[in-house]
């Protein structure tokens, strides 16, 4: 099984590689659109600015690629945000995979939220053997709200998306390599779909 991380400059993308390899798997990091077309699993992390993300995915065709993808695709952070139909920060039309905005947590909250929370309602195989209720790594400003493609949600602020599904489209708003064994459960989860 081949499995690709979509490298377009977002971010630091080591720890996923350690979690890949510690489960026993293997990935690849690549912007060659070849390689992520030819690849069973596709992995598309992110931590940075939507609008620098989104102008890095273009100059490398990989914003009109990503959408065409017919394998298991896992946006990570910001690439669950990417996934969006459009995002807050720098007023950025993103993929338009989900039909749903990324939108800012206003000032009455800590922005970003960093830190450990609770997602629950799982309602995916990405979710199998993951107790509801169970604690993930989250560094965000911005959020999905509730929609028909949301699988997993957590409350701060309001009750929002912490994970969506379309087809073979998977976005997670947290970190699953920065969080515990059920982190890592998900990753497993993801790679054997």
Not at 91 to 103: P, R, Y
Not at 112 to 122: A, R
Not at 148 to 164: F, P, Q, R, V
Request: hydrophobic share 40%; with cysteine; aromatic share 12%.
């Amino acid at each position: 099984m081949k499995t690709v991380i979509i490298d377009y400059k977002a971010g630091n993308v080591q720890s996923l590689l350690f979690a890949i390899e510690r489960l026993g798997f293997s990935a690849k990091l690549t912007s060659n659109p070849d390689e992520i077309s030819k690849a069973d699993k596709v992995i598309f992390p992110g931590v940075g600015e939507a609008y620098f993300a989104m102008n890095s995915l273009k100059k490398t065709g990989l914003d009109l690629l990503i959408p065409e993808l017919k394998q298991p695709l896992l946006g990570i952070c910001l690439g669950m945000q990417l996934l969006c139909k459009y995002s807050e920060e720098s007023g950025t039309k993103a993929l338009g995979i989900f039909d749903v905005s990324a939108k800012k947590f206003p000032d009455s909250v800590l922005v970003p939220q960093i830190g450990w929370n609770q997602i629950y309602n799982l309602k995916s195989d990405l979710f199998k053997n993951v107790p509801e209720q169970s604690y993930m790594y989250l560094v965000h400003s911005y959020y999905a709200e509730k929609n028909e493609n949301t699988i997993a949600t957590t409350d701060y602020y309001e009750t929002y998306s912490t994970a969506l599904q379309k087809d073979n489209f998977f976005g997670v708003q947290f970190h699953p390599e920065k969080s515990g064994v059920f982190g890592s459960k998900i990753l497993e989860n993801f790679l054997k779909l």
